[in-house]
């Protein structure tokens, strides 16, 4: 049985009929540029994670947001902002495209996300801003990260582009910094038919100024009080996001049934590994900070009881023989895929590695190029099956009791 890592197609089906209706209004209505559906669709948005309307500005995607959120904060050449060095390329290319420098730090190897005492030490007179990516769905810590920020009077830019409705301690993502950014890729948890993204922002003002921003930062028309980019959301996309927006709790439900379905029938073998909340880098005083499950061949993701994770990836650790060079994972993904099973790696070069930044320092980020030669994610899309579940389980097992 061939299982696919994601299908938009099935993803989609069960509301056709309302997307093409949705389709044809907004065709018949000549408005296609902002207007009436952005403005509910943000209202909506802004409902469904405790803010206001004006808090929340829809932008064209979620590197956009990233971008608009740095140009509002009057980012640029001379200024330095920390970011993850294990994330997608847009959290530390936005940094670089406004003239700042992007500091990498390190990650914790249990969540993945931004580890703290990294940050913390990565911090110069020059630090403006952190941006700490919730990667895979599941939240950074942000208490300590927010407290670190405090101390040194620099701002929080969350990257919540792949955490829409995950949730920290109850609060949701992208709602404690100053700025969350979102995206609708298509494959997210909310998905559009497109680019899309989102901007949350905590103070008034700086919705305000990060509104303006995205339309040239012309307000009335033709009169520009500053300098700012094309940032607008379409309204067709906001108008089929709106269909999907009350379906999102459901589509994260059911990732996270897989996820349990995954962990539950996993664990039982010996060369499986689960890592405990003791063993992460982020909370302090962990009880062991190098966990090494050796000669455990796959380490499970571990969703932290404090956080609800919305599992936009389910992303395996791949230890034993040739894992530091990735030939471990390697060979895991080409057995998936030889027997019809999807695979991918994110991301297989961390962002201090790129070479686009070679003329940057190299920081030491052992964890970064760890995750980076040993992760591996699975199938996790909300219409995927028990019986295809159980197709990725077997295939998982076959090559771990390859001889």
Known sequence: ?????????????????????????????????????????????????????????????????????LMTMDIGPGDEVVCPSFSFFA???????VGAKPVFADVCPVCFNLDPDSFAASLTPRTKAVIPVHLFGQCAEMDRINEIAKDHGIMVLEDAAQALSARYRGKPAGTMGDFGAFSFFPTKNLGGFGDGGALFAHDPALAHKARLMRVHGGHPKY???????????????????????????????????????????????????????????????????????????????????????????????????GAATGEARDSLQKHLRENGVGAEIYYPVPLHQQECFASSEKPELPIADSLAARCL????????????????????????HQK
């Open 91 to 97: 959290t530390a290319g936005c940094i670089a495209r």
């Open 1 to 69: 049985m061939a299982v696919p890592l994601f299908t938009l197609a099935r993803h989609n089906q069960p509301l056709r009929e309302e997307l093409h209706r949705t389709f044809e209004k907004v065709l018949d209505s000549g408005m296609y540029i902002l207007g009436k559906e952005v403005a509910e669709f943000e209202a909506e948005l802004a409902h469904a994670n405790g803010l206001s309307p004006d808090q929340v500005i829809g932008v064209s995607s979620g590197t956009d947001a990233l971008l608009l959120a």
């Open 377 to 400: 994610s699975l199938p996790i899309f909300p219409e995927m099956t028990p019986d295809e579940r159980h197709e990725v389980i077997q295939t998982l097992l076959s090559w771990l």
């Open 223 to 321: 009169y520009h009080s500053m300098i700012g980019g094309n940032f607008r959301l379409d309204a067709l996309q906001a108008a089929l996001l709106r269909v999907k927006l009350p379906h999102l709790a459901d589509f994260s439900a059911a990732r996270a049934t897989h996820a349990k379905g995954y962990q539950d029938t996993l664990l039982p073998n010996d060369q499986v590994f689960l890592p405990s909340e003791g063993q992460c880098h982020c909370l302090k005083d962990p009880a062991s900070p190098n966990p090494n499950p050796s000669p455990r061949k796959l380490w499970l993701p571990h969703a932290y009881q404090h956080n609800d994770s919305i599992w936009n990836q389910f992303t395996i650790l791949v230890d034993g023989p």
